[in-house]
């Protein structure tokens, strides 16, 4: 059972664009949605994270968005460059019990 | 402040034998998790340990087993290792509290090859 499931696997997005990664979730206990950043050969680096008492916080060039009714939430990274190339994983994770349920990632590629 | 460090890098085992891996946590951090990450995959939760007492676990089979040690650093050890246990295997420290999740901070991973 895939409980964050992440859209889409892989991303091309010219330098100067807007990527937008999307995610949803179907465990209401989820109260913490980090994104991490990772690079080949890395650990995941957290990037941005939100808690659902916000709808969207924004950190640089990047931006979560949360919709709590939804139960989505999306990644939107400004002005993308080519050293934004890595793969981005959406996650989500519960009160007191810090295991954090990862997405299946999307590998995202800036063009110059 | 020292960050998450594990070892080995890499390592090569066949299949039917044993592997510990290391992790010491990031200074300051009480709880450790483990994960598995195959290629091409988000990392998988295979248990985490809180003050030296395991504190919760994924759906991985009992031939995983850990520790953690007083000074907060952890092993994970693999018995009977098969083919599909070959990925990255990522130590993750946190500051534990009661209530609410906290932030992660990530090691760069052992990868584990099993032929």
């Known amino acids: 059972q895939q409980q964050v499931k992440q859209s889409p696997q892989s991303l091309i997005v010219q330098k100067g664009g807007i990527s937008i990664i999307n995610c949803a979730y179907e465990?209401?206990?989820?109260?913490?949605f980090p994104w991490y950043q990772q690079f080949p050969g890395k650990g995941p680096a957290l990037l941005i994270a939100?808690?659902?008492?916000?709808s969207e916080k924004k950190e640089g060039r990047f931006t979560i968005s949360f919709n709590k009714s939804a139960k989505q939430f999306s990644l939107h990274i400004m002005d993308s460059q080519p050293g934004d190339s890595a793969t981005y994983f959406c996650?989500?994770?519960?009160?007191?019990?810090?295991?954090?349920?990862f997405g299946i990632g999307t590998k995202l590629q800036v063009i110059p | 402040e020292t960050g998450v460090t594990q070892s080995p890098t890499h390592l090569i085992k066949t299949r039917g034998q044993q592997v510990t891996l290391r992790c010491s946590s990031q200074?300051?951090?009480?709880?450790v998790s483990w994960y598995q990450q195959a290629l091409g995959q988000g990392p998988q939760f295979i248990f985490q340990?809180?003050?030296?007492?395991?504190?919760g676990r994924g759906n991985f089979p009992p031939r995983f087993s850990g520790l953690q040690f007083p000074n907060y650093s952890s092993e994970l050890n693999v018995n009977a290792l098969e083919l599909d246990d070959s990925a990255l295997y990522l130590c993750?420290?946190?500051?534990?509290?009661?209530?609410?999740?906290?932030?992660?901070?990530f090691g760069p991973g052992t990868r584990l090859t099993v032929l």
């Open positions: 993750a420290s946190s500051l534990g509290a009661s209530g609410r999740a906290g932030e992660q901070f």
């Open positions: 465990n209401t206990a989820f109260d913490y």
């Open positions: 939100i808690r659902p008492d916000v």
């Open positions: 996650a989500a994770s519960g009160r007191g019990y810090q295991k954090v349920t």
């Open positions: 200074s300051g951090h009480n709880t």
């Open positions: 340990y809180y003050r030296e007492e395991e504190n």
